[in-house]
């Protein structure tokens, strides 16, 4: 079975500061590995996924992710955050080859202050 | 066009009463999924529809838990004799097909139930 691990709960950052939510996963299969977004009272919001080619993804909202089989590692990246990117952040995989079912880490909390 | 629609969107109920949620995927979705989110346990994966096939219950935490997909759309989940640790945000996702792992799961806005 599959593991998502997002190793920070609370990531506070001033505006306009870089900021990296790290996640790692376990897994005894290959992988897509995916970063979903949700905003308060929302539902979750796709940022970005890696499928297969290209370890560095870009996604919406200026993010991007580096995938990195070696270390199990998908960490999440914006050079530069706005106020409007406060939110929950989590990490996902599914299996490939194994159905659809997401495993999701337990979120991170990005808060941007001014 | 229009997203995953989840209703009701609140409800608030006793302990030991029957509560249904409903989910509305996307049009043209064949596949459909049920994610609970509790504190303490963050997102947790219920139940899987794709198609014609039998549903993946595998997520399912008791026998209270029943899901059924009528007519290859609309979706009901269904929670018989509410308990306190059923207290929590009711997810529904849909995505193009779920046979490929790779399709970006578009989710709902929640159903965040109370059990009093």
């Known amino acids: 079975a599959q593991s998502v691990t997002q190793l920070d709960s609370q990531v506070p950052v001033f505006e306009e500061a870089p900021v990296e939510l790290r996640c790692n996963y376990s897994?005894?299969?290959?992988?897509?590995l995916f970063w979903y977004v949700q905003y308060p009272n929302q539902g979750l919001q796709l940022l970005l996924k890696y499928l297969s080619g290209s370890t560095l993804v870009k996604g919406i909202n200026g993010f991007e992710a580096e995938f990195n089989k070696s270390q199990t590692s998908f960490h999440l990246r914006k050079p530069s955050v706005h106020i409007s990117d406060t939110a929950e952040y989590f990490c996902?995989?599914?299996?490939?080859?194994?159905?659809?079912?997401?495993?999701f880490g337990e979120g991170t909390q990005l808060t941007v202050n001014p | 066009g229009a997203g995953v629609s989840q209703s009701p969107s609140n409800k608030v109920t006793e302990k030991g009463k029957d509560v249904e949620l409903r989910c509305d995927p996307i049009?043209?979705?064949?596949?459909l999924y049920w994610y609970r989110q509790s504190l303490g346990q963050g997102l947790e994966f219920l139940i899987y529809?794709?198609?014609?096939?039998?549903?993946?219950k595998s997520g399912l935490p008791s026998d209270r838990f029943s899901a059924e997909r009528t007519g290859g759309s609309v979706s009901t989940l269904t929670i018989q004799r509410t308990q306190q640790e059923d207290s929590a945000v009711y997810l529904c996702?849909?995505?193009?097909?779920?046979?490929?792992?790779?399709?970006?799961?578009?989710f709902g806005d929640g159903t965040r139930l109370s059990i009093l």
């Open positions: 049009s043209g979705h064949t596949a």
């Open positions: 897994s005894s299969v290959s992988v897509y």
């Open positions: 529809f794709q198609g014609n096939s039998a549903p993946d």
């Open positions: 996702a849909s995505s193009t097909t779920g046979t490929e792992s790779n399709q970006p799961q578009h």
């Open positions: 996902a995989v599914s299996e490939i080859n194994s159905g659809s079912r997401l495993t």
